[in-house]
């Protein structure tokens, strides 16, 4: 019942900046906090960023400085705002949503940082 929809992925040079957002539907009362993961090829899924209800971050290193995360409390959104980005950043971002009782993951959108 409760989905995420992303949105904002795409090719971007090193350097450039983008913006990724991550809308929560349904049967949703309370959300214990909203983040995002990437996953490059070949990799594990990895941290990026995370952001509580009450508005505490907690980046992943590579990022730091570089990313910030966001939330709309009343939309149920989250957005990740992505700058100085390098070619290492390049991965399917997944945005993840985690409730009291449940944990879901949305469909993911591929960020490319290349020249």
């Known amino acids: 019942q409760v989905q995420l929809v992303e949105s904002g992925g795409g090719l971007v040079q090193p350097g450039g900046s983008l913006r990724l957002s991550c809308a929560a539907s349904?049967?949703?009362?309370?959300?214990?906090?909203m983040g995002w993961y990437r996953q490059a090829s070949g990799k594990e899924r990895e941290l990026v960023a995370i952001?509580?209800?009450?508005?505490?971050?907690n980046y992943a290193a590579p990022v730091k400085g570089r990313f910030a995360i966001s939330r709309d409390n009343v939309k149920n959104t989250a957005f990740l705002q992505m700058n100085s980005l390098k070619p290492e950043d390049t991965a399917v971002y997944y945005c993840?949503?985690?409730?009291?009782?449940?944990?879901?993951w949305g469909q993911g959108t591929l960020v490319t940082v290349s020249s």
């Open positions: 952001i509580s209800s009450g508005g505490n971050t």
């Open positions: 349904g049967n949703i009362l309370s959300i214990n906090a």
């Open positions: 993840w949503i985690k409730l009291m009782n449940v944990e879901r």
